[in-house]
């Protein structure tokens, strides 16, 4: 495989914040969630999608079968 420099500094920085933290995955987690918080952008989610068709299991539908 080709070496490429912009995957290699990629690692790099990645290993290089990941080593801030001493690897602790809890503790990286709180970063990005405090930098999350601080960017100052609205944050946006979505309900979940559903396949097509599909009948939820608790509901009357799916109990009457």
């Known amino acids: 495989m080709t ?3 912009i995957l ?6 990645r290993d290089e ?3 801030s933290f001493n690897y ?3 503790a990286i987690f ?3 969630r405090t930098r999350q918080t601080q960017d100052g ?3 946006v989610s979505f309900p979940p999608r559903r396949p ?5 299991p608790t509901s009357s539908e ?3 079968k």
């Open 3 to 5: 070496p490429n420099p």
């Open 17 to 19: 914040y990941a080593a």
């Open 62 to 64: 799916s109990l009457a």
């Open 52 to 56: 097509k068709g599909w009948i939820d």
């Open 41 to 43: 952008r609205e944050l």
């Open 24 to 26: 602790d995955l809890d």
């Open 30 to 32: 709180e970063d990005l």
């Open 8 to 13: 290699d500094e990629l690692y790099r920085i």
